[in-house]
Nanobody, 125 residues
Framework: QVQLVESGGGLVQAGGSLRLSCAASGDTMCMSAMGWYRQFPGKERELVAGITSVGNTNYADSVKGRFTISRENAKNTLYLQMNTLKPEDAAVYYC???????????????????WGQGTQVTVSS
């Protein structure tokens, strides 16, 4: 199992920056890809940015050039640097970790995706 705890959310003015962190614990050696998602009220959770175990990244079009995802494997921590924030970026942000299904030890529990509890980002105009 993997436990994920996000931090760094809060209130910021439009044009400002925030850095989200996601600290992982438990079977962290089983983590492969990780990502940040966000959820607007009444909407489905959507991908903001993803990163593979070797550092390949992908971003939603709406955040390209403004957000940067990174991971520090030695600290089992995922980050999301958010710059030039807009009011439409306000949402609850979630961290997700995927487990390595090719590893029998990692798949023993039958759960392959883990989520954090979410952190609120509010952007004032």
């Amino acid at each position: 199992q993997v436990q994920l705890v996000e931090s760094g959310g809060g209130l910021v003015q439009a044009g400002g920056s925030l850095r989200l962190s996601c600290a992982a614990s438990g079977d962290t050696m089983c983590m492969s890809a990780m990502g940040w998602y966000r959820q607007f009220p009444g909407k489905e959770r959507e991908l903001v940015a993803g990163i593979t175990s070797v550092g390949n990244t992908n971003y939603a079009d709406s955040v390209k050039g403004r957000f940067t995802i990174s991971r520090e494997n030695a600290k089992n921590t995922l980050y999301l640097q958010m710059n030039t924030l807009k009011p439409e970026d306000a949402a609850v942000y979630y961290c997700k970790a995927e487990l390595d299904r090719a590893n029998w030890y990692c798949r023993r529990g039958g759960v392959y995706n883990y989520w954090g509890q979410g952190t609120q980002v509010t952007v004032s105009s």
